[in-house]
């Protein structure tokens, strides 16, 4: 009979205690890591309180808004037999005789359009022939107002016909100091040659007004 010897191994037999002691090394080293790690957390990210103001606002009291009450109702007529209540009453037609109505006025005399002016629409107004300068050459100062040393201006409305003839003159503008500018500025524009109004290609008869400046030199 053969007898085996068994060899004697040393290291599996402590085996479990290595194994023990470093899954205890392990677990303190764990430990101690994350002891450090969570003190260097509080460090690191340390929050700071945050302050809240409130404001609180006050909110007018709303206010309600009185509507006026809706209109009554009109009365319907509700047909009865009592004897109390009064019989409609109806209103008799009444007739217009319409062959007593004046005619409307007519259109006004030209001896009215003449004194007062008017306006007549015209695509060209009327213009004295040579302008303003013309007016100047016949312009004569008065005398009274030269030698008191006034100047003024004075506003004429001149009628002007078809043909460019002045025939008749209005002041619109008087110069009020009683020193004869009107007179001088009507002889005036009634010596012009006038360039009549056009409406439509066609002459017309219009008023116009003209301003007549006078100063001394």
Request: hydrophobic letters at 40%.
């Amino acid at each position: 009979m053969r007898v085996q010897k068994v060899r004697h191994d040393p290291l599996k037999e402590n085996y479990p205690k290595a194994r023990e002691l470093g899954l205890v090394a392990s677990l303190c080293i764990n430990i101690l890591f994350l002891q450090v790690f969570r003190t260097e957390l509080r460090t690191e990210f340390s929050v700071e309180p945050i302050e809240l103001q409130i404001e609180v606002e006050e909110i007018p009291p709303t206010e309600q808004v009185h509507r006026p009450p809706p209109p009554a109702r009109p009365a319907v007529p509700i047909p009865t037999e009592s004897e109390d209540v009064p019989e409609d009453e109806t209103i008799e037609p009444t007739e217009f005789d319409l062959s007593e109505i004046p005619p409307p006025p007519g259109p006004p005399p030209e001896e009215w359009s003449e004194e007062v002016p008017m306006f007549v629409p015209y695509d060209e107004p009327p213009q004295i022939i040579g302008g303003m300068a013309a007016l100047r050459k016949a312009l004569v100062y008065p005398e009274i107002a030269k030698k008191a040393g006034v100047e003024g201006m004075v506003v004429i409305a001149v009628l002007v016909d078809e043909k460019g003839r002045p025939l008749k003159t209005k002041v619109m503008k008087a110069h009020g100091g009683n020193v004869g500018f009107e007179q001088a500025a009507i002889d005036a524009l009634m010596k012009m040659k006038w360039k009549p109004a056009m409406q439509r290609d066609k002459p017309v008869k219009v008023w116009v007004s003209i301003p007549v400046h006078f100063k001394l030199k």
